[in-house]
């Protein structure tokens, strides 16, 4: 008798676990596409604005690498942790881009690789056009390892076979001596199609503005750049980012701070080497609709090497 209770038991659990991990996967599968977008790296903003706009591939002549490392959450299981390589080359007026990133959310391993074509128009000596496009393709699977349940399950399986998915970034700026203005439409796929109308949270449009004042010079030169951006998210509301960033002795040293309109802030530091190497490192608060689950918001980690 003993043994028939424990084989139904055991028949239960199994089935279970099976009808929960597919089940894990519809959802993650909606919706791993974009929580890293919506919350974007704060790297974006003031420290390598190539994440958000392809424009700005190439901008400086010679080659720069930026490596990201940001870890959402810490106190919740399964929490997303994103990591970010990107590579760009400028030489006068053309630059080449390569923008990989890996996102880890619970089960889900999401992979976008991106190459980028830039060019950079000048009107004169101190104003430039810059235009950029991405193209690339990404990849999602779930991670058999951490699967609890069926290691075989079919639908797990189906889900890792399936095709990658061709997407892309297009991205346009103004610059001049003190001001920038800047436009991106992330997500090119799903911007002129509608078949993830299912799909919510993923950036459609991003779009700033900022103004820089520099006072001072040499080692005492003290640099302002307050800068407004917009967000629009699909299925969600737009999101307005203000905020600033304060340079010191000769951008050796700067300090930013950022207020995003769902109720949380971007707190940063970043120091500067000989303009070769650069580090910086961020807090972002958890927004106020998720306080009351998360007492921890995001740690984000971000290097820097320039070879002029």
């Given amino acids: 008798m003993g043994s028939i209770i424990k084989s139904t038991f055991k028949l239960l659990f199994s089935r279970m676990s099976r009808v929960l991990s597919m089940a894990v996967v519809l959802v993650l599968a909606g919706s791993s596409l974009c929580s890293a977008q919506i919350y974007?790296?704060?790297?974006?903003?003031y420290h390598n604005e190539y994440l958000g706009n392809p424009a700005f591939a190439g901008v400086d002549e010679g080659y720069r690498l930026d490596f990201s490392h940001r870890t959402q959450w810490s106190d919740v299981p399964g929490a997303p942790v994103n990591q970010t390589?990107?590579?760009?080359y400028g030489a006068r007026r053309v630059g080449i881009g390569l923008?990989?990133?890996k996102d880890i959310e619970g089960l889900i391993d999401n992979v976008r690789a991106l190459g980028t074509f830039a060019y950079h128009l000048p009107i004169n000596d101190a104003q430039q056009l810059h235009f950029g496009l991405?193209?690339?393709v990404l990849n999602q699977r779930v991670r058999n390892e951490s699967l609890?349940?069926?290691q075989g399950?079919?639908?797990?399986?189906?889900?890792?076979?399936?095709?990658f998915y061709v997407d892309g970034d297009f991205g346009m700026a103004y610059t001049a001596k003190k001001l920038k203005l800047q436009f991106s439409i992330p997500n090119l796929k799903s911007f002129f199609r509608s078949d993830n109308d299912q799909v919510a949270n993923l950036a459609l449009i991003y779009s700033a503005v900022s103004y820089k004042m520099s006072f001072g010079k040499g080692i005492n030169q003290v640099s302002i750049e307050p800068k407004l951006g917009y967000r629009k998210v699909q299925k969600y509301k737009s999101i307005l980012d203000l905020g600033t960033n304060v340079s010191l002795s000769n951008d050796r040293l700067s300090l930013l701070g950022i207020y995003h309109s769902p109720g949380n802030s971007t707190f940063g530091i970043g120091f500067n080497y000989n303009k070769a190497l650069g580090m910086s490192a961020m807090y972002t608060t958890g927004t106020s609709a998720l306080r009351r689950f998360n007492s921890t918001g995001d740690f984000?980690?971000?290097?820097r090497f320039s070879f002029q």
């Fill in 40 to 45: 974007p790296l704060a790297a974006q903003y």
């Fill in 85 to 88: 390589f990107t590579g760009v």
């Fill in 99 to 101: 923008n990989v990133q």
């Fill in 134 to 136: 991405s193209m690339g």
């Fill in 148 to 150: 609890v349940g069926d």
């Fill in 153 to 163: 399950d079919i639908s797990v399986e189906k889900y890792n076979n399936k095709d």
């Fill in 300 to 303: 984000e980690i971000n290097l």
